[in-house]
């Protein structure tokens, strides 16, 4: 089973502020990895695909990068809206597996 | 719109049985891959089964193996989730969500509101 390992487990950050949120996988699956926020009592939304791919309609001030084991979701110029979850998720192989989550307070 | 709907969550004691439905509107259902996902309270994501836009291709987490079954229903835009012998640890809420298309098992790029299941006695 390929492990998803995020930091940090939980930032508190102010609005206009850039965050980077890193996903590392226990080994390679390519760039077979997206990201996901999560508002509290709102179910997952696909925020990037296959490590940078953008989603249409996602704020343009997200974005991710990383291939292999190395991955990095960045959200520039925070907003208050953005206080959520955020998962990775590895599609690469069976079994699927998400990161533990990261939580994000804005102060 | 594009849009998934489950149902089907409940109260139910241990070693007993649910049967989760989700039902798809707003896109050719018969045309994509589909898939539940569970989140415990106060916890993160877990994929628990996944299903081929045929029906013909099954996956399962260990976790849920010979307990659950996955299955669809083209003609009525309907995914369901059979889940027998539940324990506690079951105790989540179901998502069923789209496979967006791709070269491996892919992202979910819809999801629906999910439904409450709660194994307890």
């Known amino acids: 089973e390929i492990v998803l390992t995020q930091s940090p487990d939980f930032q508190s950050v102010t609005p206009k502020e850039k965050v980077t949120i890193t996903c590392r996988a226990s080994?390679?699956?390519?760039?077979?990895l997206h990201w996901y926020q999560q508002k509290p009592d709102q179910s997952p939304k696909l925020l990037i695909k296959?490590?940078?791919q953008s989603i249409s309609g996602v704020p343009s001030r997200f974005s991710g990068s990383g291939s292999g084991t190395d991955f990095t979701l960045t959200i520039n110029s925070l907003e208050a809206e953005d206080a959520a979850a955020y998962y990775c998720?590895?599609?690469?192989?069976?079994?699927?597996?998400f990161g533990q989550g990261t939580r994000l307070e804005i102060k | 719109e594009v849009q998934l709907v489950e149902s089907g969550g409940g109260l139910v004691q241990p070693g007993g049985s649910l049967r989760l439905s989700c039902a798809a509107s707003?896109?050719?259902?018969?045309?994509?891959?589909m898939n539940w996902v569970r989140q415990a309270p106060g916890k993160g994501l877990e994929w628990v089964s996944y299903?081929?836009?045929?029906?013909?291709?099954?996956y399962y987490a260990d976790s849920v193996k010979g307990r659950f079954t996955i299955s669809r229903d083209n003609a009525k835009n309907s995914l369901y989730l059979q889940m027998n012998s539940l324990r506690a640890e079951d105790t989540a809420v179901y998502y069923c969500?789209?496979?967006?298309?791709?070269?491996?098992?892919?992202?979910?790029?819809?999801w629906g509101q999910g439904t409450m299941v709660t194994v307890s006695s």
């Open positions: 969500a789209r496979a967006s298309g791709g070269y491996d098992l892919t992202a979910f790029d819809i």
């Open positions: 707003g896109f050719t259902f018969s045309s994509y891959e």
């Open positions: 998720h590895q599609s690469s192989s069976l079994p699927i597996t």
């Open positions: 296959y490590a940078s």
């Open positions: 080994q390679s699956i390519g760039s077979s």
């Open positions: 299903i081929s836009s045929s029906g013909s291709t099954i």
